[in-house]
Nanobody
Framework: QVQLVESGGDLVQPGGSLRLSCVAS????????MGWYRQAPGKQRELVAV???????NYANSVKGRFTISRDNAKNTVYLQMNSLKPEDTAVYYC?????????WGQGTQVTVSS
């Protein structure tokens, strides 16, 4: 029932921008914090950003000042605006429903930052 569908990943040049979207269904979206995670080849999946039900946010130090997480509860969608992209941002990006069990993941969307 719970579904998370990420989109918006692409190949971009260093310094470029991208906006990712995650459309959620199967639960009361507004009642949950939502997070963005990423996983690069050979690396563990890591938290990128989280947005809470009241709209407050937290970011990994590596993306602070460059990425912005937001949500539209009317659309059951969480966004990740990524600016000043670096090659080290290359990864598959996933969204997740926070503070709940079991954990649900979407299929992910590939972001590649390269010249």
């Amino acid at each position: 029932q719970v579904q998370l569908v990420e989109s918006g990943g692409d190949l971009v040049q260093p310094g470029g921008s991208l906006r990712l979207s995650c459309v959620a269904s199967g639960f009361v979206f507004r009642a949950y914090a939502m997070g963005w995670y990423r996983q690069a080849p050979g690396k563990q999946r890591e938290l990128v950003a989280v947005i809470y039900t009241g709209g407050s946010t937290n970011y990994a130090n590596s993306v602070k000042g460059r990425f912005t997480i937001s949500r539209d509860n009317a659309k059951n969608t969480v966004y990740l605006q990524m600016n000043s992209l670096k090659p080290e941002d290359t990864a598959v990006y996933y969204c997740k429903r926070e503070s709940s069990s079991p954990t649900y993941w979407g299929q992910g969307t590939q972001v590649t930052v390269s010249s």
